[in-house]
């Protein structure tokens, strides 16, 4: 059976402008952060069908009818979920790959994106640690609050060779997928496995969707090489196609119509943390 892949469904849900769309259809004025229109779904005189450019979504505090572009597209258009997806993606000029539906692959995926979170959480844990307050201080100290640490989930790989890999063993998780992700390497030869990420801070990189795909690691003493430590390409990452602080950005840069592109994490975050929120930056080199 033929599917649209789900990163791709999302890439259109969050690229299609729902305003532009909705308004083929009605006369949508704006009112504040939204837009305000006749509803198509029942007869009014005052307009109560609200569209939300930021989160793009619609509404009618009329008759209770909402959802996002695909549910508008289905309703109005009487077409099925599959064909709503197909239209909105032509309107928004992406084209679609069409896939054999295989269970065993999407669960493979959620294999590789389960191995990163808890990778994810094990450093975002190390870092709060009382032991390692010195590396909260190193992010506090440049100007990063905890609310922004905690937003983009940043943490701290200890400088010990198998925490993490001990970790993974203890889970049951298949340590050989998790070395192909980049998060542990097996040594020479030996079915013995050891953490990658060693005594570096930590910034997770997150795909659209916010699920961890890979990461990159700053080195904490000036011996280390190289000065980022980043993940390699994946079933699940690709570095030209991934950009930090993306999934928190689409947002902000939907409402104010463009995107504020930087070098470094860092860049990135002093800007988020001083209020902008339409910044993205390059994940990985």
Not at 2 to 18: F, G, H, M, T
Not at 79 to 96: M, P, T, Y
Not at 149 to 177: C, P, Q
Request: proline share 4%.
């Amino acid at each position: 059976m033929a599917r649209i892949p789900e990163d791709k469904i999302d890439e259109v849900r969050l690229s299609a402008n729902i305003v532009h769309y909705i308004s083929q259809f009605i006369n949508l004025k704006k009112a504040g952060r939204n837009y305000k229109g006749l509803c198509p779904f029942h007869t009014e005189k005052t307009p109560s069908f609200v569209v939300s450019p930021e989160k793009q979504i619609y509404h009618c505090f009329g008759c209770g009818k909402g959802g996002n572009i695909f549910s508008f597209i289905m309703e109005y258009e009487k077409l099925s979920f599959f064909e709503a997806v197909q239209k909105a993606a032509d309107f928004a000029g992406i084209v679609l790959p069409k896939e054999k539906y295989e269970p065993e692959k999407q669960n493979y995926f959620q294999k590789l994106y389960r191995l990163n979170e808890i990778a994810c959480s094990h450093f975002e844990k190390n870092l709060f640690k009382s032991k390692n307050k010195h590396w909260l201080k190193y992010f506090l100290e440049r100007g990063l609050s905890e609310d922004t640490i905690h937003d983009f989930r940043l943490g701290y790989a200890e400088d010990r060779l198998n925490t993490l890999t001990s970790l993974l063993k203890r889970e049951g998780e298949d340590v050989a997928e998790a070395a192909k992700l980049g998060l542990i390497q097996r040594r020479d030869n030996r079915d013995e496995y050891f953490d990658k990420f060693r005594h570096r801070v930590i910034f997770p990189f997150h795909n659209i969707q916010g699920k961890i795909v890979g990461f990159g690691g700053r080195k904490l003493r000036e011996e280390q090489q190289p000065k980022y430590l980043n993940s390699p390409e994946s079933p699940v990452y690709y570095k030209g196609k991934t950009l930090y602080g993306l999934h928190k950005a689409i947002p902000a840069i939907r409402s104010k119509g463009y995107v504020i592109l930087v070098e470094g994490y860092f860049d990135l975050l002093r800007l988020y943390e001083n209020g902008f929120r339409n910044v993205a930056a390059s994940s990985g080199t």
